[in-house]
């Protein structure tokens, strides 16, 4: 089966923090694509950033970071040194190249509430 | 702003109602895509086109279908609306049909069921 599990469904952190969002994914395909989507109050979806599963290198942008592991089948998503913008509902998202060709599947989202 | 136009913003119907949620890629992108969120599904791809032609279906429900049109434009057409219908759907594009490609979301369409 194909499926994107977001078990934390509600974060609270203080501006400054670091935090940490998990994403654990299932597929019987060796070929695939992980995602990972923000949406911010405003309602729009923001595309972040997205992953092949022959690239396991951990990727890094600003304060944004994002550590893949095929051994545990986790692509987690960490902000550094949070900030109140970085208030939104984050959605990881799994696409395979075999089964079920082309399918997007999300996870529910972690909604990420940073305090000032 | 992603440059992905949709219409209308807002969409307030009754049940059994058929309705028509429009898209504009941003320029120069081949393939469109729909997403449906709600409540108690959360958010779900429903198919997508790549250059006119369907490329990808997700959970789609029979009563909706969609088509790309050549000017690229898509639109989603939704019947017999029951009141589970009631969604946010977003359109989103991307260059090609690359599996790994960047999407851009629109805004969405609040479509409300009475």
């Known amino acids: 089966a194909q499926k994107v599990t977001q078990a934390q469904t509600e974060i609270s952190v203080v501006e400054k923090e670091d935090v940490t969002l998990d994403c654990v994914y299932e597929t019987r395909d060796t070929t695939y694509y992980l995602f990972w989507y923000k949406q911010p109050p405003s309602g729009e979806l923001v595309f972040l950033i997205r992953r092949n599963s022959f690239d396991e290198q951990n990727e890094i942008s600003g304060r944004y970071s994002w550590n893949f592991q095929k051994s545990t089948s986790s692509f987690n998503f960490t902000i550094t040194a949070s900030q109140v913008v970085d208030s939104a509902v984050y959605f990881c998202a799994l696409r395979n190249i075999l089964y079920n060709f082309n399918k997007f599947y999300f996870g529910s989202g972690t909604k990420l509430n940073v305090k000032p | 702003d992603s440059g992905v136009t949709q219409t209308p913003k807002h969409l307030i119907t009754a049940t059994g109602q058929r309705v028509t949620l429009r898209c504009s890629p941003r320029?120069?992108?081949?393939?469109v895509y729909w997403y449906q969120q709600s409540l108690d599904q959360g958010l779900q791809f429903l198919i997508q086109?790549?250059?006119?032609?369907?490329?990808a279906k997700g959970n789609i429900l029979e009563r909706f279908s969609a088509q790309q049109f050549p000017d690229l434009h898509s639109e989603l057409n939704l019947s017999s609306l029951e009141l589970g219908d009631s969604a946010l759907y977003f359109c989103a594009s991307s260059p090609r049909t690359s599996l790994g490609d960047e999407q851009f979301f629109g805004p969405g369409t609040r479509l409300t069921v009475l």
């Open positions: 086109y790549y250059n006119g032609e369907e490329r």
């Open positions: 320029s120069g992108d081949l393939s």
